[in-house]
């Protein structure tokens, strides 16, 4: 899968906090340059995490808003990158429980066609299980509770380790490691009971 961690970013960290103290003096110049810099990662965290181009494109505007408004809380020897993906998130769960309650799923396009590519098998038949597999795995994820479905996300979809998770998402690594415990233990046990309705048909 591909990766869009803070590995990525890590460069360019000190142009972002520069471009911060910056906005902090009330340039709307360098927050252009923030936005315009940062944009594209925050994007695709929050495609991965909501599967929907409208949704994820509104969480990033609202976490530039949120980065815009609380440039003063932001403490230079921190990553920046670090901070953002924290934004980036907290509004994705948000967006996560609100999509929840209101008992509605989230769309996946383009993700039987990127396991077709990430699969590697050169057998089409192999590799449109591949599809289907993703594709069932990714429907069963969307049902989870929200701070499962956020971790099982980051760490299986988005690739990031457990304690850029921790720092992200604000948790303990403990806690990362229980909900992915659980989440991927769900995923399993609804994958067997399709498995075992597919034989009875």
């Known amino acids: 899968m591909g990766r ?31 936005v315009e810099t940062y944009q594209p990662y925050a994007y695709a965290l929050a495609f991965r995490l909501l599967r929907d181009p409208d949704r994820a494109a509104d969480v990033v505007q609202e976490s530039f808003i949120r980065v ?4 003063e809380s932001y403490r230079p020897e921190g990553r920046f990158t670090t901070w ?3 934004i980036v998130v907290n509004q994705g769960y948000d967006a996560m429980r609100r999509e929840r309650r209101h008992g509605r799923l989230f769309e996946r396009e383009g993700w039987g066609e990127h396991a077709v590519a990430a699969s590697g098998s050169a057998d089409p038949e192999r590799r449109l299980e591949a599809a289907d597999l993703a594709e069932r795995v990714l429907q069963i994820a ?8 956020m971790v099982f996300t980051l760490r299986d979809v988005q690739d990031m380790t457990l304690e850029e998770i921790a720092e992200a998402a604000g948790m303990s690594i403990g806690t990362v490691k229980t909900n992915l415990s659980y989440a991927r233990k769900r995923i ?7 498995e075992g309705t597919d034989a009875q048909a």
């Open 68 to 71: 815009w408004g609380n440039v």
């Open 4 to 34: 869009h961690t803070f590995h990525t970013l890590s460069g360019d960290d000190a142009s972002g906090a520069a471009l911060v103290a910056r906005c902090v003096a009330g340039d709307r110049t360098a927050f252009r340059q923030l």
């Open 142 to 149: 969307a049902l989870l509770p929200p701070k499962q479905r």
């Open 84 to 86: 953002l993906y924290r």
């Open 188 to 194: 399993r046990e609804a994958l067997n009971r399709l």
